[in-house]
């Protein structure tokens, strides 16, 4: 049986290209999934481009985020049958518990080989059952992008209904917050370049939007809808190309979450503010398996249905790169395998 992957063996997008290769055989606590649909996050771009780990051993199979079917059981694995779909965690080895400084050496789609591949070989213990109400694309969204949110929002931040969410930009992670921040009975604002994009989020349940292009210093903008209050929460996916508005757009006491880079890493920031208004600066990297099944079970529960952009086809994959590079996504960016 034969293999097909996406591989990069430079830093670039010019060097990603398509290897037939064989399937290797499994160990006794492993599975054979046949990889079925994957999700793109923005980490999976700066991989590929050698920004994200310049250290990066190559050649790699880029992408965190996949769903697959059971194709083939270990004789040692119960709890998983074939045909049964399933969906990797990028952090294999973490649980539950604290985050340790030794999961980013097990990171799907670098260091470890990623899903961007028809076959994918992973230890039992380092998947979880998809929804069952989503389909095979929707599903593989699940992985980063909504584990992200959810920990922001029920690991660390434990909002109550009528506090009051900002949520940046139209991505995947920023999407999945507003719509688990509908959920728990917030009021949600959002920002965009996008009017468009803004009206869809509003069809989403968006309570307040704002266009930052139009409106440069957005930050005031928050203030005015939160009568000088300030939110308690931040989805903050920009960076510190955004951090310092961020932080004038937050209540004393409230939370800003750390996601995203999109907007830069270095800059200078006055940080006043985090000590006069006693803010706190959450850092938030996806999240462990447990966070991600009872995420799972929300998504088989209640009637979320991720937003899915644009599919690709999998011939097609630097084509869905390009296209998540171009900003012009609301939503999710994935690739077919079927």
């Not at 965190?64 to 709890?79: A, R």
């Not at 109550?160 to 969410?165: E, K, M, S």
Request: proline share 5%; with cysteine.
């Amino acid at each position: 049986m034969k293999n097909i992957a996406w591989k990069f063996e430079a830093f670039g997008m010019n060097h990603l290209k398509v290897y037939e290769e064989e399937v290797p055989e499994i160990q006794d606590d492993e599975l054979l999934l046949e990889i079925k649909a994957v999700s793109l996050n923005y980490r999976d771009l700066l991989m590929i481009k050698g920004e994200y780990n310049p250290k990066l051993n190559l050649p790699m199979v880029p992408c965190s985020d996949g769903l697959g079917v059971v194709v083939k059981v270990g004789n040692n694995v119960k709890e998983f049958k074939e045909g049964d779909r399933v969906l990797p965690i990028i952090t294999q080895g973490w649980h539950d518990g604290k985050l340790f400084r030794e999961i980013h050496r097990r990171t799907l789609g670098g260091p470890l080989p990623g899903v961007l591949q028809k076959y994918f070989v992973v230890k039992a213990s380092e998947v979880v059952p998809a929804p069952k109400n989503l389909t095979d694309v929707e599903a593989s969204t699940l992985p980063v992008a909504a584990l992200t949110a959810w920990s922001a929002l029920f690991e660390f931040g434990k909002p109550i209904p009528g506090q009051t969410l900002l949520t940046l930009g139209t991505g995947g992670v920023s999407i999945f917050a507003l719509q688990f921040g509908k959920l728990l009975g917030l009021k949600v604002i959002i920002t965009s370049s996008s009017n468009e994009k803004l009206e869809r989020a509003r069809r989403l349940g968006a309570d307040y939007t704002i266009n930052y292009q139009q409106n440069p210093d957005w930050e005031k903008e928050v203030q005015a809808i939160t009568n000088s209050k300030g939110v308690d929460y931040v989805i903050e996916v920009g960076g510190v190309g955004t951090l310092e508005k961020s932080l004038r757009s937050v209540k004393s006491n409230g939370v800003v979450f750390l996601i995203g880079v999109l907007a830069g890493k270095k800059a200078p920031i006055d940080l006043t503010s985090v000590l006069m208004q006693n803010i706190t600066i959450q850092g938030v990297f996806a999240g462990h398996k447990r966070s991600f099944v009872e995420m799972n079970q929300v998504f088989d529960t209640f009637s979320i249905k991720p937003v899915v952009d644009k599919v690709f086809p999998f011939e097609e994959s630097p084509k869905a790169f390009e296209y998540m590079a171009s900003g012009s996504h609301f939503g999710k960016v994935c690739i077919s395998l079927s």
